[in-house]
């Protein structure tokens, strides 16, 4: 499960100093210009900033971000609004790791009744880009960051790996499960989505 479907690139170490603007509708953008060697023009929309990757030879941007003006639109106002949200959310630094993850086994005993699956091995480690993974051989990890959240997202988070042992893809079958169990999952990703701005801010993962 992906942190925001926005940060699945790796995360580029660029210095905001070229940075550019325009305007679509109501919305600023701030943006910039990177030239590198890859094959085709490339949107990446990272902390509210919009990055174009372009083929070195590539000069028509103007022309990119008119085409892409309603895509851009969505992901950066989605990014904003998640942000100015993520001032009124606090991080819970209360939980040890210990009771983490007597939680998280708590949700995954439940969980995988629930669901008929079988889990094969549990991990933790930090990461950046993802609440958890999940391989077809049940082994699942989960991010440790998730401590940090409010227990109902972590057990959406435990839900969705799980879920992944009945369907792999992020398909309609699959979303099909998630939407029976949570009929209120768009806002629990929404949800997730402010707390990763929260912890990307308090622990400085740009
Ligand atoms: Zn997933």
Known sequence: MKLTSESK??????????????KIKDLEVEYEVIHRK??????????????LILPKSYNNHQELLKKHENWIYKKVSLIKNSQKEALNKSLN????????????????????????????????????????SCSCQGNINFNLYLKYLPSNLIEYVVFHELA?????????????????????YKEKENELLIYYMV????????
């Open 9 to 22: 690139s790796k995360f580029l170490k660029i210095k905001n100093c070229n940075m550019k603007k325009f």
């Open 199 to 206: 912890l990307a801010k308090e622990h400085q993962f740009f």
């Open 93 to 132: 630094t209360e939980r040890t790791d210990e009771k983490f993850k007597s939680l998280i086994s708590l949700y995954v005993d439940r969980i995988s009744q629930e669901l008929n699956v079988t889990v094969n091995q549990i991990h933790f480690r930090r990461m950046k880009s993802r609440w958890g």
């Open 38 to 51: 890859v094959k085709y023009p490339r949107l990446e929309v990272k902390t509210g900033y919009l990055y």
């Open 164 to 184: 992944h042992l009945v369907e792999m893809g992020h398909n309609k079958k699959f979303w099909n499960i998630i939407s029976n169990r949570f009929n209120d």
